[in-house]
């Protein structure tokens, strides 16, 4: 069965990944992002029924977060369109232990419609892919609640079981919780990455307050901060968020991918070995 699949993020982490494995297996594949043809723009939703119109599966990322003010207003207007177009599934990325995320699910629960909500919250691809990048090229990490255990999912493991959700009928109203298979504190994990590419990292733990002011100077935005503050304080210090589940194993018939094993294929991409000046 070919399908006809919006992946709303489609550019971003666990979107682009999406993309390639839906394409690989001859699904025909609508990337939903603002450069996308029809673009997808959440702050536009004039433009969202062209960009559902002919969907059968729809993935949803929302940026940045589904935490965020005006999230669940959001879906809850994609919802109304993705049924008026007639489109039959839904597959929601959400973020473990975040309340504000659990609410954004019950839209999509209660939708009618069918569909699978994905849990997960620390990617591997962090260290890589986005905001701890500059501090593991600068050779020097500094986050707070350091001593909290995080079993790092990979975004690959992520996308591979979207896709599973977004094209098997086993999957609905399922809700998946995705972790990797150990928990490591970010001092380990930085450890694990300077061991690897032989580049000197130091790791520091920093209280929240003095980490949100570093964010400050540093001139990110307020929505930004407010964003990093509230994963930190709400996500990462929710115990629960420590447990190991075996779900990728469920749906995947393998095991998740481990933190090491992300770190040696993201040493053979270079991506580390960049001088930092280039990263801006």
């Known amino acids: 069965m ?32 603002r450069q996308g043809e029809p673009a997808f723009d959440w702050h536009n939703p004039d433009g969202w029924m062209e960009a559902v119109a002919g969907i059968e599966s729809i993935y949803i990322t929302y940026q940045p977060d589904l935490a965020v003010p005006g ?3 959001a879906i809850e207007g994609l919802v109304k369109v993705a049924k008026k177009a007639d489109v039959k599934k839904l597959v929601l990325l959400s973020g473990k232990g975040e309340r504000e995320a659990q609410l954004c699910e019950q839209v999509i629960i209660h939708s009618g419609l069918d569909h699978t909500i994905v849990r997960a919250n620390w990617f591997n691809q962090n260290f890589s892919e986005n905001f701890l990048l500059d501090g593991i090229l600068e050779g020097h990490v500094a986050l707070p609640f350091a001593e909290m255990k995080i079993p790092f999912v990979d975004a690959n493991d992520i996308a591979e079981v979207a896709v599973k959700a977004l094209t098997e009928g086993e999957h609905n109203g399922k809700i998946y919780e995705l972790t990797g298979p150990e928990g490591l504190t970010f001092g380990e994990a930085v450890q694990l990455i300077s061991e690897a590419t032989g580049k000197e990292i130091q790791f520091t733990g920093v209280s929240i307050s003095s980490y949100v002011n570093t964010l400050r100077q540093h001139n990110l935005p307020e929505d930004f901060i407010w964003l990093i503050e509230y994963l930190f304080t709400e996500v990462l210090g929710n115990p629960s968020n420590s447990e190991i589940t075996n779900d990728i194993e469920h749906v995947l018939h393998r095991k998740p991918i481990r933190f090491k094993d992300y770190i040696d294929l993201t040493v053979k991409s270079g991506v580390w070995n960049t001088e930092v000046s280039h990263t801006h």
């Open 71 to 73: 999230a669940l207003e």
């Open 2 to 33: 070919k399908r006809n699949i919006l992946v709303i993020g489609g550019n971003g982490k666990t979107g682009k990944r999406i993309v390639n494995l839906l394409k690989t297996a001859g699904h025909s594949v609508r990337v939903g992002s």
